[in-house]
């Protein structure tokens, strides 16, 4: 192998590059600016009287009801979006990345707009706004069309051009609907621009419509809740665990790159920031291992993304699954274990597979015992499990999540005490330093997300205005009935084509806008075909996760290139070969009723047998995809091993047996063709 695939394992490069700067490079949200110190304190103070506003919401909520906190929310936190991040391109000459005079006007006005509704002197205060609703004044009209144009020039500096052109497409749609022809199913009467404006601005389905209403009521918390656990050492502490968790092995290396992974996510939000978080640390660890570059780097981004899948966090979409469900975030944590698990399986046996392929060699990364290293700070686990309880004790998760970041905050408060050297009064004041940075940090890494969030709610209502939701669902099951009518058939085929479809969607938007969009297109025509509301839902959310991960646009495996220096295509086609089983295992969830036994929907019994069987399918497409099983795979036995694990996935005991029968033959076949193999490497010997 050449040095530019295989480096040396004895050398471990300098870091010459900055983690922070390669992660918002290549997120799937902009990078944001690096103010100098006035604006910087501006937006500080800002972001940290925002931060107390949700808090008090949680205990305190706003006497005037939901909406007129979502329009507080949504005025305070738009103004930043336009002093954090830059229109375009990257950070200007010399180190000054500060606001222009129209960043200031954006600001300004996305301020005024943003607090119109509420203000006596221009509205007449919030009571008489919403009075007029669907019948808008020439001023609100101007007010709310102004605010479209700046939810979607924030979302544009934030995420990119592609989301406000969709939502300016769905805009566009729903006003000159009418011009269409009147034999399409998607044609309609057309919408007035002042109904549109009314939808969006005074009706609860527009900006503050449930994605938004999830942003400020349980996204920002959580983004709170993971700024504080990292302010508190717990990033560090996850990782110093993994790397000791594992004995001196060849197969270590990637095992902790794996945990470490999982571990991480609690305190980040965004998988792309997870792998390299975890690239900048295990990188020279994987060096040493033998890792190729392209392999080191799938790696990293596929236990990065799995972040975004794992409880007790999960990603910001997982809170849109249970406000639209309206059912409890406890009950998508239970849902999300076992594909959880089965992702991470799949991951680990790429890394069996991996290490002995590559003939990896132990590391010792001298991080000394587990035990002590838990004794030490397995206090950082406390508060994610206080979440977990508090749920199950019916607390809401907001407030879970607050007493949590209390949790989290008070053992970081006793740790700076233990090892204070300046006194216990310097240990306060640093410790209640960190914690308002925290909390100021917080919210400005939510700023994207309640972009996203405001600007889905432009394409959701316009949908429901519409009626273009069915109209696009019983096309999508139209297409599967053109090539068959059997039920069995459409159900499959309807299936594959939704995962596509959300899978193209997901190279084009963030997460939490392609979960969105998806659920009111494609979640239609699933129900219609009797899938249930958990399944349709974990089904959508898992590829739209996983788009992350796929080429030509996965952003992950762009930022782990970025870290170990490999080739970017080869990087992304390792990464999709570390997450193919957790690409097929959601479609499990729709094709039979036992498929809900893998989100833990049903009795004991059948969930066992069920999981049994997807552990079984996980490590069949491990072989397809690993190319190892005691040895090297030839084709033959990879042809073998692909129906049988596609088989097991559908989960019916008929064809489960069907697809044993092919992993049997294909265990055989490759026990047959290994003991030849040795025999000739013999014969050859002597």
Request: hydrophobic letters at 55%; a neutral charge.
């Amino acid at each position: 192998m050449s040095r530019a695939t295989r480096p040396d394992r004895e050398e471990i490069p300098e870091d010459t590059t900055d983690p922070g700067e390669i992660a918002a490079t290549h997120d799937e949200e902009k990078p944001a600016r690096r103010l100098s110190r006035r604006p910087e304190l501006l937006v500080y103070v800002a972001a940290l009287a925002v931060a107390l506003l949700v808090l008090r919401q949680v205990f305190f909520p706003l006497t005037k009801g939901n909406q007129f906190y979502l329009v507080i929310f949504l005025g305070c936190t738009l103004p930043l979006v336009f002093l954090s991040y830059r229109p375009g391109g990257r950070r200007g000459s010399g180190g000054r990345d500060d606001p222009g005079w129209y960043d200031w006007v954006l600001s300004a006005l996305a301020l005024l707009v943003g607090f119109y509704p509420v203000l006596p002197f221009s509205s007449g205060g919030f009571d008489a706004f919403l009075d007029r609703q669907g019948n808008l004044s020439g001023l609100d009209i101007l007010a709310g069309s102004l605010l479209l144009l700046l939810v979607l020039e924030a979302t544009r500096r934030t995420t990119g051009w592609i989301l406000p052109v969709i939502c300016v497409a769905f805009v566009g749609f729903a006003y000159y609907g009418g011009f269409l022809p009147q034999h399409w199913g998607i044609a309609h009467a057309g919408v007035d621009f002042s109904q549109i404006v009314n939808a969006l601005y005074n009706d609860a389905s527009g900006f503050y419509g449930t994605p938004l209403d999830v942003a400020a009521s349980y996204i920002v918390l959580f983004t709170l809740y993971g700024a504080v656990l990292s302010a508190s050492g717990a990033g560090q502490f996850f990782v110093d665990f993994s790397f000791a968790a594992f004995k001196r092995s060849r197969t270590a290396p990637g095992r902790t790159a794996v945990l470490s992974g999982f571990l991480l996510g609690t305190v980040s939000g965004s998988g792309t920031a997870t792998a390299v978080s975890l690239g900048s640390i295990t990188w020279p660890i994987l060096r040493r291992a033998g890792y190729p570059q392209e392999n080191a780097g799938g790696l990293l981004a596929a236990s990065g993304i799995g972040a975004i899948l794992s409880p007790p966090t999960l990603g910001a979409a997982a809170f849109i699954i249970a406000e639209y469900l309206q059912t409890s975030y406890l009950t998508v944590l239970i849902w999300a274990c076992v594909p959880t698990l089965l992702y991470y399986l799949g991951i680990v046996f790429s890394v069996e597979a991996d290490a002995r392929r590559f003939g990896a060699e132990a590391v010792d990364t001298g991080h000394g015992s587990a035990w002590r290293i838990l004794l030490r700070g397995g206090y950082h686990f406390l508060s994610l499990v206080i979440i977990v309880v508090f749920l199950a004790m019916n607390i809401p998760p907001f407030a879970a999540v607050v007493y949590a970041t209390g949790v989290a905050a008070l053992f970081a408060l006793v740790s700076k005490l233990v090892s204070a050297t300046g006194g216990p009064g310097r240990a306060v004041l640093d410790w209640a330093r960190t914690m308002v940075d925290a909390l100021s940090l917080g919210v400005r890494g939510a700023l994207p997300v309640v972009a996203v969030c405001a600007a889905a709610g432009i394409i959701t209502s316009t949908i429901t205005k519409t009626g273009l939701g069915q109209e696009l669902a019983d096309a999508l099951v139209q297409a599967a009935n053109a090539i068959s009518s059997d039920p069995t058939v459409v159900l499959v085929l309807t299936v594959v084509f939704s995962a596509l479809a959300v899978g193209v969607l997901g190279l084009a938007v963030p997460v939490t806008a392609s979960f969105i969009i998806a659920w009111v297109v494609i979640g239609p025509a699933l129900g219609d075909l009797g899938v249930a509301d958990a399944e349709r839902a974990m089904f959508i959310f898992y590829y739209a996760v996983l788009s992350e991960v796929t080429p030509p646009t996965a952003l992950a495996a762009v930022a782990a290139a970025a870290i170990t220096g490999g080739r970017v295509i080869s990087t992304m086609m390792q990464a999709w070969k570390y997450t193919l089983p957790a690409f097929l295992v959601p479609i499990a969830f729709v094709l039979t009723d036992n498929g809900a036994a893998l989100l833990l929907q049903a009795d004991a019994v059948t969930v066992l047998w069920v999981l049994a069987v997807s552990v079984v399918a996980v490590g069949a497409l491990s072989v397809v995809t690993g190319g190892w099983l005691f040895g090297p795979v030839p084709a033959l036995v990879r042809v073998l091993f692909a129906p049988g694990a596609l088989c097991l996935l559908y989960l019916e005991p008929p064809v489960v047996a069907a697809g044993l029968g092919f992993c049997v033959l294909g265990l055989l076949a490759q026990l047959v063709l290994r003991r030849k193999a040795k025999f000739k490497e013999e014969l050859d010997a002597d």
